[in-house]
């Protein structure tokens, strides 16, 4: 698994070479292949794994210093297509920890808080009767479920902005005391949400305002309708739920699904173009200089350091926090065997994840000496 060099993170200040990718082996359940990218004193892994049996056939990746993990994907390869790093893919939950960060960005420059009500920057009305934050519409676990996702498939695009605005929470959500999916609807109201603050539509300010000028490469969002280029286009997300055996989800299952839905469920990318990012936002991070694209570091570093306390969820039964933008807490809302999407976008917060999530990757193995050098000091 090679990368190779050239540029990323735009020009300038925070720009960069990504490296050779050397390739190292590692266990997870069943054996994947790794590939360490060192950019900055920060290392990219790619991992391409063999099926699992929960996970299925796909790709995994995430980003990390050390063993500090901060997002992560996993998707499924259509049949006579490769999965590579190179390999686009509906962005699945993904979707809205990019949008997340791409809110946190515009945030800076708008002063809005993680606290600040949805209702005072867009008109919802469920949003604005219950007093719903903006951090509350950033999570799968926000708890904003209704409409959901298939409702939305159904309807004709035109009606789908109403659906939206009658979007309504779980029946068992309370804001600030329990816990629930998002789904569509979540990452339908941050749209809104950027499409206010940037005043240009949500899809085309990321695309041009947030990745180009970074230099990410295969990761776009569709306005509502727009095709998206099927070329390269290797995954989907395939689910057999119980009594559905063998049905997929068909709004994952072609790239014309994904694409009607626009940015809310219409980001395609790759573990290549998604590492690029997050290394990107680290770099920054680290960086302590204002940049033209991603602002002031300080600003970015506390909305992505934002963290909800635990809280009961209603769907996992258990207690479970979540972070804002590029996320993860492993330990605290992974689903079956090992990382996979749901575990990579739903928890955890990038901005102290010095403290938080070691992956299950086995440690890169010491570098081993030679014979003279055992002598050496053995003498």
Request: net charge neutral.
């Amino acid at each position: 698994m090679y990368l190779g060099t050239r540029d990323v993170c735009g020009s300038g200040a925070g720009a960069g070479q990504l490296p050779e990718v050397h390739r190292l082996g590692a266990h997870h359940r069943h054996p994947v292949r790794v590939g360490v990218v060192v950019y900055g004193g920060w290392e990219q892994l790619l991992v391409e794994a063999a099926h699992d049996d929960v996970l299925g056939p796909g790709v995994q990746w995430w980003a990390s210093i050390g063993d500090r993990v901060s997002a992560g994907a996993v998707g499924t390869g259509y049949p006579g297509r490769p999965v590579i790093r190179t390999t686009r893919w509906p962005l699945f939950c993904l979707t809205k920890p990019v949008l997340g960060l791409a809110v946190g960005v515009l945030a800076g420059r708008n002063g809005i808080t993680p606290d600040t009500l949805v209702g005072d920057i867009v008109p919802h009305g469920p949003a604005a009767e219950q007093g719903w934050r903006v951090a509350d519409v950033l999570s799968h676990t926000a708890g904003i479920s209704e409409p959901p996702l298939w409702q939305v498939l159904l309807s004709p695009p035109q009606l789908r902005p109403q659906l939206v605005l009658g979007a309504q929470p779980h029946p068992e959500f309370r804001p600030g005391k329990t816990s629930a999916y998002s789904e569509w609807a979540g990452a339908a109201i941050t749209e809104g949400i950027l499409t206010a603050l940037s005043g240009q539509p949500a899809g085309t300010w990321v695309n041009d305002e947030l990745l180009t000028p970074l230099g990410v490469e295969g990761l776009r969002f569709a306005a509502p309708g727009e095709s998206i280029d099927a070329e390269g286009l290797g995954c989907y997300w395939l689910k057999e739920a119980p009594g559905e055996a063998g049905k997929p989800l068909l709004w994952f299952a072609t790239p014309e699904f994904a694409s009607q839905l626009g940015p809310a469920a219409g980001g395609i990318g790759s573990a290549e173009s998604l590492g690029t990012l997050w290394l990107c936002v680290l770099h920054h991070l680290r960086s302590g200089r204002h940049s033209a694209v991603l602002g002031d570091p300080a600003l970015l570093r506390n909305w992505l350091a934002w963290r909800r306390a635990e809280l009961p969820d209603v769907v996992l039964g258990r207690n479970c926090a979540f972070g804002l933008g590029m996320t993860v807490d492993l330990a605290g809302h992974g689903f079956g065997s090992g990382p996979g999407a749901a575990a990579f976008a739903h928890t955890g917060w990038m901005g102290g994840m010095d403290r938080r999530a070691t992956p299950t990757v086995t440690p890169r193995p010491p570098r081993r000496r030679s014979p003279t050098a055992r002598a050496r000091q053995g003498s």
